[in-house]
């Protein structure tokens, strides 16, 4: 969930000009993300053993208590604006209407919004603790349960 919310991030922020961020005052969005990039940059807890000395269920179970935290802290609009925005980028769906700066500045708000949505639904996670647990987690080709069966 993480990794797929980082890519559809990064691939919203690559289509947006970023000319147009520039010397602006941060939106709460913005901000948002600039915090996250903050908590990204944080030394690590002394408190909480490594990542190296983790074993697979205890990675299962640190992934699993972000990813549920994550989830309740997620804006229910996330999945339906970042599903149109790339769309739109994919060109599925007309881009919205207007001048083209206008639909640039548009379009940075939108990419801006997620990427809010996305740094307030991580509050209270180390995600730089999860990325390392996530790769680590690949590379001891720890398994992954069964998830629930399509309906």
């Known amino acids: 969930m993480i990794r797929l919310s980082f890519a559809i991030l990064t691939g919203a922020l690559l289509l947006t000009p970023p000319a147009l961020a520039q ?3 941060p939106s709460a ?3 948002a993300m600039l915090d996250m990039q903050a908590r990204l940059n944080a030394a690590p807890n002394p408190n909480l053993q490594p990542v190296e ?3 697979c269920d205890q990675m299962l179970v640190e992934m699993t208590a972000a990813g549920q935290r994550m989830n309740s802290q997620l804006d229910p609009s996330f999945a339906t604006n970042a599903k149109s925005l790339h769309d739109q980028a994919m060109g599925k769906a007309p881009p919205p209407g207007g001048a083209s700066a206008e639909a640039a ?3 940075r708000g939108r990419v801006d919004q997620l990427g809010g949505q996305l740094a307030t639904s991580m509050q ?4 730089q603790r999860m ?3 996530g790769n ?3 590379a001891q080709k720890c398994p992954t349960p069964a998830g629930p069966s399509p309906q």
């Open 131 to 133: 990325m390392a647990i």
């Open 124 to 127: 209270g996670i180390d995600v």
């Open 29 to 31: 969005d913005r901000q």
């Open 53 to 55: 000395t983790l074993t």
């Open 105 to 107: 500045a548009n379009n």
């Open 23 to 25: 010397g602006t005052q």
């Open 136 to 138: 680590r987690f690949s």
